[in-house]
């Protein structure tokens, strides 16, 4: 993966990363998946953003450089994958919501569970994290040169599947169009609306 090409803002990156690999080694083998489904994240100007009132230890990794990985806990449950974008000192970042497991399902399904079918294996950003082995230590890893968690171009994704609509399950800036995947793939997480989330004007 070229850093230039991370060099942008999320919103410019998010669709250009379908098709993406990431994969990660840990002692127990190596998993790739392919990305079918991103959500872009800037920082003071996107409400939804975990940096929009500024810079945190928790959020530090989002102010750059890009091409890192920023990991956080979700609801004090799932671990979720986000890739740094952008200009240094300016927050913004790539949530990966889901993908297609094309090395290690074997070792994704012993972590997911047996019975779970491949298109769902790592659908949806927590499943993504866990059929991975992505957790805390990997916060903050270079996804560029380092060994650990790496991001390859992978195959491009055709420009006709490619689709646009409102991020997942936010409650702020809910009905921003920074969701970006793949028309008709099986990996894809449905769509879901917070029950938090305000009505358009309200």
Known sequence: MNADRLAHPAEEV???????VLTCRTPEGTVSIAITETEAYSGA???????????T????????????LYVYRSHGLHWCANVVTGTEGIASAVLIRAGRVIEGEDLARERRGEKVESPRLARGPGNFCQALGITAEHN???????????????EPAPAALIRIGPRVGVSKAHDWQHRFYLAGDPTVSAYRLSPRAKSAGA
């Open 14 to 20: 998010a669709p250009k990363l379908l098709g993406s």
């Open 45 to 55: 100007a996107d409400p939804a953003s975990h940096a929009y009132r500024g810079r």
């Open 57 to 68: 230890p928790r959020n530090a990794v989002m102010f750059g450089p890009a091409g890192h």
């Open 140 to 154: 903050g890893a270079d996804l560029l040169t380092g060994t650990s968690v790496t991001l390859s171009e992978g």
